[in-house]
DNA sequence: TGTTAGCACTCTGTCTGATTGAGTGCTAAC
DNA sequence: GTTAGCACTCAATCAGACAGAGTGCTAACA
């Protein structure tokens, strides 16, 4: 369904006065503030179809038109031109970056401050679980007499320590003799991909020791698995009240309370993400009833070619899509980039 | 300045009250509900009296009283008896523990939660630096040609990896004697003791690979200065804004920026913990202004004997500062035990 | 001399009604 | 098809009335 030219300059309008004032907008505002050499009157036959269309509501009679979810899907997927960055922001973003790209954990961090201080809404990433990393290496370090670390090394350089209780006493060199005969199995694989073949191949090898092989396999599925939970990075929490559609306290204890459950967090930025590169979802688009009064911003990214993730913007619905766009679409490109 | 008995059951009654109604409390409601036996004119010329010695305030003429910061001060120094914690609570605290008291991180985290979720208010548990506590061991993986993984074992068997370039290809071996000697000097010695003789010795032994030597000594301290400002655990946040006093965005909003500076929480949870063992906070005794309008107590604990930190809840000037006491003593005394 | 009943007084919170202003929808003229 | 004009609607604001909770004071009582 499709607006003729002056409809969706008026729509247009609509949505932009409602941006930046976040109240209702009424004819003769349009037909004063916007260009457009229309009286209010034919202003008002307008949007009394627009109406009828779906794309803007009344909050009550005879009160200004504010946009409706419709009219923001609208407005994003028609009428909005993507402008490009100011300049000096994309200066920022590259320049924050600048030696600081080895580390995911680090630019994860920059990525996520970035969003934040830049939307001036909350930003969420989702960092890649473990388990669907490769694994480069293990290592044991003989600790005490019966107790060792385990060190295990995936291919995208993050590091988990397990401490592991031995059996019986192991020498150093019988802990590296076993680590070697499971890095040449092991290595490159990814824990997922972990059958039974595998498995009982690496038993075979290491019959001698296959309490010890169990321990240190359970111990690393165990901790991968874990650390799925806490996958999500979240910052720029209290911005977000600044708006005044969070003038209310009631609102403000349902949108923490979607912040603060991470598997929430962590199916809502997973959902469609391996289908869509990027989406915008406006309200109730949104499945989590919690931010059915806001838009979510999501994007895809891969770090240095190796493996992915999700970053996202939250904010009110008559945030500045364009601009939010615009800024993901910077900075997974940098992430992106291999150094 | 102590006060009769009448006046002091009379504020114990008037704080009783108003903890669980947060409303101004009046005469009439005392002389009802409180079994004083006295009628509430008396009450009244009593409640004057509290009223001029400064333990009681009326927030507008001819409303009921409510307990100033001096009154509750007086109610904790005085009144209030320790009573012992709930007996089902006590088995809720032991059994979560059971099996999990090994692992610092696992301990704090229960430790944590159980307070958010026993007091019903936000809990921060304050983590000791890695650079207040010695160095057990490091060690140097290989992981690439000119790339080693140093990993950093602290004696309360905190780990930490670091990843280092080397100047030039090394052999296996090579890091392994490099380790060693960094090990017989450094071992048991905390980062904070490192000293020039100490170092200048190590450079003496260690002249071929200075350079190596100055990499991974610059990488532990940069790394474990880092983590000190990530010490401070948190969580509970949202259940706060159930209580009547936060009905307010601002409040909210005043409340959430204090939560959100890692550092000012550090300042608050240090400040005199090494000469108090217990603190209660209240109301303007805080020092941190966003949170003058609230209750902090704090506790510090040792994990196993080992080192310190410092746990505590933040709560409403009316929480209940009896039970959260308990608690918290009864959780560093869990913590303490080695097992 | 301490306690109490009674009463006038004070202040908040809530409700009501009047008023204002922004904005619409409709009609009739251009 | 566009526009000016006008009646109408509704939220927001304000003032005044009123009820209710609670106090402080006074005078009587034990």
Redesign the interface.
Known sequence: MSLDERKSKILEAIILDYISTAEPVGSRTISKKYDLSISPATIRNEMSDLEEMGYIEQPYTSAGRMPSDQGYRYYVDYIMKKNKLDEAIERLVISSFKGKID?FDDAIRISMELIAKITRYPSLILAPGSESSSL??I?M?K?DEKRA?L?V?TEN?Q?E?I?VDLPYEFKESDLDLLTSVINSKLSGTRISQWNKTIISELYGDLLKQKDVLATVLDSIEDRLNQKKEHRVYLTG??QM??EPE????DK??NI??FF?DKRILEDVLTKNSQIENFQVLIGNENEAKEIKECSLIKRSYSFQGDFQGVMGVLGPKRMDYSNAISLLELISEVLERKK
Request: hydrophobic share 60%; glycine share 0%; charged share 25%.
């Open positions: 580390r480069s290496m290592r370090l600790v670390l060190v090394i350089n590091v320590n401490f929490i209290i009240l600044n969070f003038r209310d306290v403000v204890k923490l309370s603060d």
